[in-house]
C-alpha cells in the first residue's frame, strides 16, 4: 500500500527525515513510533504530498506519492492534531462541503459516526474543544470508506473517554482499510496495531509485525547467588542492563529461550533464577528510547 | 466543483465581501451627492475619496483572506488532503475576486454614471475598464501575493516591506531621469509594461502554486517581477517615446511644424537660483502650426558642447507644457551656476532635442455660464458663475480622464472674454484614466475681471451684462501626432542674458 525509500528531508540545518524507507503492507495497522522529532509526521507529510522530499521516493496505492491526484485523495482519510479547518463553518456546514468531492461518501455511515461521536452539527468548527476536532476530523475521514487512513497523532492532547469514543468509531471500519497512524499513545496502538515501525532521528531502526515484535522482547531479570554487576561486554541485543543487589536485569530484543539459557550457562553456574517476562509496546519503546540515548 | 467551492468561500467571507462593496456603495452615495456648484471643497467630496480608499483596503484584505482560507504555503490546511483539483480550486478563488470583489464595484460604478446623467456607452465603458484595470494592477498581484504567505499577519507584513524598499528606492530615484517618464504623458507606456510584467509574474506564481506548491520558488519568482517592474523605469525615454510616436493616431500630422531659435523674439532670461543652479530661458518659434492645432512640449534634453570639449547634459525645469497659439516658447533648461559663468565667457554648442506632441480640435460645445450639458468627449459638466472667487466654475463628471480642452466664457454676441487651454499631458487610452471610481471629476475656472479686485493677468473685465447669458464653449483636443525635432545653436553665449 506505501513504500518509501531512501526518504531525506531537510529543514535548515535540521536533517527531519536521512534515508528512511518502509514499506506498510496492504490491509495492515501500521503505527510508526518514536520519541518527538523522530520524523513521524514529516513522514506522513511527505507521503501525503503536502512536504516534497529532497531525496528518495514514496509510491502510495502504487501512485509516486508527489504526483497524487484527487482519485488517489478520493481514496485517502486523514486525520491529524495540526488539521486545519475553516473554524467559522458549521460542523454541519463543513461535512456539507467535503461530500460532493467523494464518490464514495455513505451519508448513513456519516450519520451514525456523528451521532457515536456526538458531534454538534450546528457548532463552528472553531468553537469545537481539542478533542471535538480530533472527532471532526474522524467524521471528514470515515464516511467515504478509505483504502488507506492515515492518522498523525490523533490521540495527542485527548481524554481518555474521547479516546476510547475514538477508537470506538475507527474499529468497525479498521479491518476494511490499511492504517498508518502515528503517535506517543502505545497502549491505544498496541490494541490496533498489526505493524509497527520505530523512528529515530530521521531513520527506521526496524519494522516488523507486532507479534514478531513481541516475540523477541523480553524484559529479564537474572537472579545470582551472588552480587550482580553489568557485565562489561553485554551482548549487543541487550538493552538497559543494569544490576541491583543479586539480580541483573536488562531487555532482550532478540529473546529465544535457547539464546538466553545459551547466555545463563556462560555465566558459570551462578544464575539462581532466570525470568524473562513479556513487553508491552510501551515498556519496549521505553527500553529502546532509553537505550538510544544511553 | 468550481460554484461548490465559491460558495464555500461566499459563507465564510461573504459578510467581509459584502462589506467592502458597501463601503464603495457608500462612496458613489456621496460622490453623487457631490454638488457640482458647490466646486471641490465639500465635505462630501472628500468623504468620498476617505471611503474610496477605504473599500480599497477592504478590498485588498478580503482578496487576500479569500486566498488563505485554502492557502497554498503551509503544511495544515486540510485542502490538501482532500481530492480537490487544483484547477477548481484556484479558478473558484479568481470567480471569487472577480463576481464578488470587483464584480459589485463594476455594477456601482456604471449606477454612478448612468445616475449621473452620462452615455450607457461611455459609462460602461469606462467602468468595465477601470475593474479590468482594477483587477490587473492591484487584485491578481495581491492574490498572487496571498498565495505565498500563510496568514495575513505574514501578507500584511510581507506587503509593508515590500512597499518599504518600494518607496525608499522611489525616493533615491526620484531626481533621476527615472521619474521623468513615470510623471510624463507617455508614463502609461511605462505603467502599461509594469503591468504587463506584473501579469506575468502572478501567471507564474499561480502556475507554481496551485500547480506544483513551489513556494520558494514562487516567492523568488514574484521578487524578480517586482524588482524588474520597478527597474523598468529606467527604459529610456527615447524608446517609449517612439513607442508613443508609432502609435499616433495621424502620423505625418505633424511634419510641416519646423521650430527655429530665435533670440530676436525675446532676450534670454536667467531666473530661479536655486541651490546651485539657475533657469535659463531659451526661446524658440514654432511655425506651421495650424488653425485648431496646438503643440504640448513633453520634454526636451540639452546638452552643451563647451570650446574644450566638455560636455553637459541639462534638465528641463518642467514637462507637459502646452505651447501658445502664438507660436513662442521658452525652454527653461536649468544650469549649474559655473556652467553658466563660463557660457557668458565664451560660446558653447548647444543641442538640443524638442520632443513634441500635436493636438488637434474636435467640436466645439456650448453651454450656458450657468447651466448643465452633457458634452462630446468629456462628460456631464455644470457651469455656475462664482463672484467671490470671479469665475465661472465649470465641474464635470468625466468617465476615464479628462481630455486636453480649450474653453472660451463668450458674451451674447459670441466673442470670447476669457479663454483657457487646459491639458494634463497624458496620452494614456482615455480609458485608462482610473481614478477613484471610474467617473472622476474635472474642474476648470474660466476667471473674469469683477469690480474692484485685485486682477488675474489672464482675465478680461467683465460686468453684469457681459456675463448675463454668457455662454461656455468648449473645444476637446485630441493628440494626433507625436514627434521630436532638434535644434542646434552653434554659438550660444549667456552674455546679454538678462
Known sequence: ????????????????????????????????IGANGAGKTTTIRV?????????GQATVMGMDSRRLSPRELAQIGYVSENQEMPASLRVGEYLDYLRPFYAGWDRDLEGSIVRHLGLPLERRIGHLSHGMRMKMGLACALPFRPRLLILDEPFSGLDPLVRDEFMESLLPQADEMTVLISSHELSEIEGMASHVAYLDEGKLLFEESMSDLSARFREVHVTLDREAAAPGRAPAEWLNVRASGNVLMFVDSLFSEERLGAAMGSMNGAVRNVDAKPMGLRSIFTALARSRKG | MVWHILKKDWKLMGRMAAGAALLYA???????RVEPRMG????????????????????????????????????RQDWLVRPVKRTDLLLSKLAFVVLLVQGPVLVLDVVEGLAAGIGPGAVLAASVWRSVWMLGTLLLPVFAFATLTRNLMEAVGAGLAVTLVFAMFQSATMNTGASLLASSGIGWILSSMQTAWLLAGVAAILGLQYYRRKVAAARWVGGLAIAAAVAMQFVPWQQAFAIQA?????????????VRFDKGVRNMRMYGAEDDRITVAIPFVFEGVGLGERLIEDRVSARVIEANGKVTSLNREWEGRSIGFSGNFEAGLLMTKDLVGRLKR?????????????????????????????????????????????????????????????????????RAFVRRFSCTSDYAPRLMGVGNGAIRWSHQGLPFEFGPKIGDPLAEAADEQKLKGAQVMVQVYRAVDHFTRQVVIPDFLLNDAR
Not at chain 1, 507521503?47 to 531525496?55: S, Y
Not at chain 2, 508609432?246 to 519646423?258: T, Y
Not at chain 2, 462628460?379 to 464635470?396: M, Y
Open chain 1, 1 to 32: 500500500m506505501i513504500r518509501a525509500e531512501n526518504l531525506w528531508k531537510k529543514f535548515g540545518r535540521h536533517e527531519a527525515l536521512r534515508g528512511l524507507s518502509l514499506t506498510v503492507p496492504e490491509g495492515s495497522s501500521y503505527a510508526l
Open chain 1, 47 to 55: 507521503l501525503m504530498n503536502i512536504l516534497e522530499a529532497e531525496r
Open chain 2, 26 to 32: 457608500m462612496r458613489v452615495v456621496f460622490s453623487l
Open chain 2, 40 to 75: 471641490r471643497m465639500t465635505p462630501a467630496f472628500d468623504l468620498q475619496y476617505v471611503l474610496s480608499t477605504l473599500s480599497l483596503i477592504a478590498e485588498v484584505l478580503v482578496v487576500a483572506l479569500v486566498v488563505q482560507k485554502d492557502a497554498i504555503a503551509g503544511l
Open chain 2, 246 to 258: 508609432k502609435l499616433s493616431s495621424k502620423p505625418s500630422a505633424a511634419n510641416g511644424i519646423q
Open chain 2, 346 to 414: 565664451g560660446p558653447a554648442r548647444l543641442e538640443l532635442e524638442l520632443y513634441l506632441t500635436l493636438a488637434q480640435a474636435g467640436e466645439e460645445a456650448r453651454m450656458a455660464a450657468e447651466g448643465s450639458a452633457l458634452i462630446d468627449g468629456i462628460g456631464r459638466c455644470a457651469a455656475w458663475k462664482d463672484f467671490v472667487a470671479s469665475e465661472v466654475e465649470v465641474n464635470c463628471r468625466v468617465p476615464g480622464k479628462a481630455p486636453c480642452a480649450y474653453w472660451e466664457l463668450e458674451d451674447t454676441t459670441g
